[in-house]
């Protein structure tokens, strides 16, 4: 090769850290003439042991080796200065390419993040009399630092990018006035005597084309069908396989976004950072991680999941991240934070991570506990699981790792804000305890009932053996009631919420005719004339919630639900139960229909208080501490018999959450107890009698209720 007049030459010798190897044997004219290929076949010319770059007036490559008999260089590529033909090929060829810039003899030279990646060590060379001879310049290797080497007139400048480039920080002002085709580069003034780069790589990238996919994911109500969000994904890879650049933006209707990163080269795959400031927004293609700390979500997926699809033999590796919102809950209506759900495809079945996918919320206000969970697209309905997914909350936000491939959420859970450890499972060795001692006690008075069946019950005591045995029931369910959720059978769980729910209401009801049965008689003197009078009380207060429970049942409100007392989301600090999955309907149906019954018994209760102030006087002065005991016991029985202590649930807010909890539970305890006492004081009052005289000892015990049967605590110290 004889000497050759160039205006700038560039020589590029890439010499990158670790093993590399290429047979091309490429040739170009230098014509300018270059086809697709020679730009290809760059990509495995800078992987060469030790590669170079000429700047001239064509593109090209050749082997060094070969064609100019150089032993230090394996690969020769030729760069034109100022050229403009690779505007005409995709992002990814633009990227492997440096270029040259001449503006008034000031020579500029423009790498990409990939060069930068490749940690590549470039040797520039440039003036009037450079040739081939300059080839043979010695590596500097780890040492090249901007370095300049002078050849007569022909300078040679070492660039290791690594160092010069990799830690230069985005010039925004800088780079905004620049061309929209040099505002992915990096920049280094080649005449400069001291190292200087600018970075116009900007580290947030929208996706190269945009798609809109003419695809139903709703239904009428607005909502995201999860099954139609799951054949989306599934059809990943075909929609990989047809985009032209490496990057596209997925518009699929409203509430349904996504972006789709492509790797086109499998020995080059690296980790994809995606990430977004609101739902509202489009999702960006993220360079580094520091700036992932400035959207309050990001999505980092390692570079060992494109390992896992490239070893099932994936035709093109890719990544698609797709954010859906208002999607339709799953069967226990769980919250979703955001009410977002994202999800990601790789076109395999990517798990068992070592280096989780970390999905990062920050800067979210919300009240609850989160934790991560999962679902892996099978089914009509989300079933969400946590399995896979570890949960870190910080004061920052909250982090989902996950080992897997597929739809992610963060559930909320509700939070008992102002109880603590202690008082929680304190709390919950009492309603154990109580409901067992209540249980007890409940029991007796069943059995005393059943062995004295030859006695005639009154009115009133048949309305208090229907309350047993609600009571009883309620009390049952609820203790078995855990066991039955830690079995994780959703239909057995169901059925269990409607059960416990069903003898609540059926025990709420059961107190409203107590108090209609005390009015009634008060009213009437006890002289109750009402044609099957109780078959009319039994029917209401069975049939009536049963009627609430089958219409819940029926549209699904019942199933699990975790009642967390810390903010740590580990499984030794959650409850299992199961009970009504929508809030609403629980403040609805249970509050809204106890605050009526309390209401009612309430009332009742001022109004027996004061008639047994009037019996009272009535019977004249006893022993003061024998009127003590009687007045206490008297409200006492009241109290349990009309559910009056179940009101100290209303309080259970605020600062007089923590009492109110413990008086709710301490004094539920003994309800079997006082109940126990008011059937073996009543019961006591009447002697047997023969089937004959059943109806005139029934009519006499109604007519006589109020001195002795509806208040047998007046009488007790008798």
């Known amino acids: 090769m004889t000497r050759l007049s160039w205006t700038a030459l560039v020589l590029l010798m890439s010499i990158l850290q670790g093993p590399g190897s290429s047979n091309s044997g490429h040739d170009c004219s230098r014509n300018g003439n270059s086809n697709k290929n020679n730009f290809m076949d760059i990509r495995n010319c800078f992987k060469q042991k030790k590669s170079s770059v000429v700047v001239d007036s064509f593109y090209g490559n050749i082997n060094g080796t070969n064609y100019w008999g150089q032993t230090k260089v394996n690969c020769i590529v030729f760069v034109e200065t100022n050229g403009t033909e690779l505007e005409n090929y995709t992002r ?21 993040k990939w060069h930068i990646d490749q940690r590549v060590h470039m ?44 830690n230069s920080a985005y010039g925004k002002e800088e780079c905004s006035t620049m061309a929209p085709n040099l505002q992915n580069e990096y920049i280094i003034d080649i005449n400069s005597t001291t190292t200087n780069c600018i970075n116009c790589n900007n580290p947030v990238k929208k996706p190269e084309e945009k798609k809109v996919l003419n695809t139903t994911l709703s239904e009428k109500g607005g ?11 599934n059809d990943m890879s075909n929609l990989a396989a047809n985009i032209n650049g490496s990057s596209a933006e997925i518009s699929v209707g409203e509430g349904v976004k996504g972006v789709l990163v492509k790797e086109t080269h499998k020995d080059e795959v690296e980790e994809v950072l995606f990430a977004y400031q609101s739902p509202n927004d489009s999702i960006n293609i993220i360079d580094n991680t520091e700036t992932l700390k400035t959207f309050s979500r990001a999505v980092m997926l390692p570079k060992e999941a494109f390992d896992k699809a490239i070893a099932q033999n994936v035709s093109i590796p890719f990544a698609a991240l797709f954010r859906f919102i208002n999607m339709a809950k799953d069967e226990k209506n769980s919250t979703v934070l955001g009410n977002e759900v994202l999800a990601i495809e790789m076109g395999a079945a990517i798990a068992n991570l070592t280096d989780k996918i970390n999905i990062v919320f920050t800067n979210m206000t919300y009240r609850g506990i989160p934790s991560c969970h999962s679902w892996n697209g099978q089914g009509s309905q989300p079933n969400w699981t946590s399995d896979g997914c570890v949960t870190n909350v910080t004061k920052h936000g909250i982090t989902c790792q996950c080992s897997h491939l597929t739809f992610f959420a963060i559930l909320m859970t509700p939070l008992n804000e102002t109880i603590s450890d202690s008082d929680f499972k304190n709390l919950t060795i009492i309603t154990q305890v109580g409901c067992g001692l209540s249980m007890f006690f409940l029991a007796i008075v069943l059995f005393m009932h059943f062995l004295s069946r030859r006695i005639k019950a009154t009115n009133a005591t048949k309305i208090l053996i229907n309350l047993v045995c609600a009571l009883f029931l ?8 855990n066991y039955v959720a830690n079995l994780n059978n959703s239909v057995g769980c169901k059925i269990m919420a409607a059960l416990m729910h069903y003898f609540m209401l059926a025990t709420f009801t059961w107190f409203a005719a107590q108090a209609f049965h005390l009015c009634l008689s008060l009213y009437t003197g006890g002289k109750i004339a009402i044609h099957r009078y109780i078959l009319k009380i039994a029917i209401t207060s069975w049939i009536l919630p049963s009627v609430i429970g089958i219409v819940l049942l029926c549209i699904g409100k019942y199933g699990e639900q975790v009642i967390s007392y810390q903010n740590t989301g580990n499984a030794a600090d959650r409850v299992m139960m ?23 018994t309430f009332t009742t209760f001022i109004i ?4 047994l102030c009037c019996l009272r006087n009535v019977k004249g002065a006893k022993a003061k501490g024998e009127q003590s005991s ?5 409200v006492m029985g009241l109290c349990f018999m009309l559910g009056i202590t179940w009101g100290f649930a209303f309080f259970a807010y605020g600062v007089f959450q923590v009492p109110a909890l413990y008086l709710f ?9 006082f109940l126990f006492v008011y059937y073996y004081k009543t019961s006591r009052m009447l002697p047997p009698a023969s089937d004959e005289k059943s109806s005139s000892v029934s009519n006499i015990t109604d007519k006589t209720s109020l001195s002795s049967f509806t208040n047998p605590y007046s009488n007790w110290l008798s």
């Open 92 to 112: 990814k060829i633009q990227d492997t390419w440096p270029k040259i810039k001449n503006n008034s003899n000031i020579l500029k030279l423009h790498i990409s």
């Open 123 to 166: 040797y520039v060379l440039y003036g009037t009399f450079c040739n081939d001879t300059q080839l043979n310049f010695p590596d500097q290797g780890e040492n090249c630092s901007f370095n300049t080497t002078d050849t007569e007139l022909c300078h040679i400048r070492c660039i290791n990018t690594d160092t010069v480039c990799k």
């Open 223 to 233: 909502e995201i069908i999860p099954a139609n969000a799951a054949k989306l994904m």
């Open 474 to 481: 309620l009390n049952l369910t609820f203790l078995v009631n």
């Open 578 to 600: 199961c009970w009504i999955t929508d809030n609403s309907v629980h403040l609805i149906i249970n509050i809204g229909y106890y605050a009526l019954v309390f209401l009612f």
């Open 608 to 611: 027996m208080m004061s008639w």
């Open 630 to 634: 009687i007045n206490i016991l008297s």
């Open 665 to 673: 539970t301490i004094l539920n305890s003994f309800q079997g107890f």
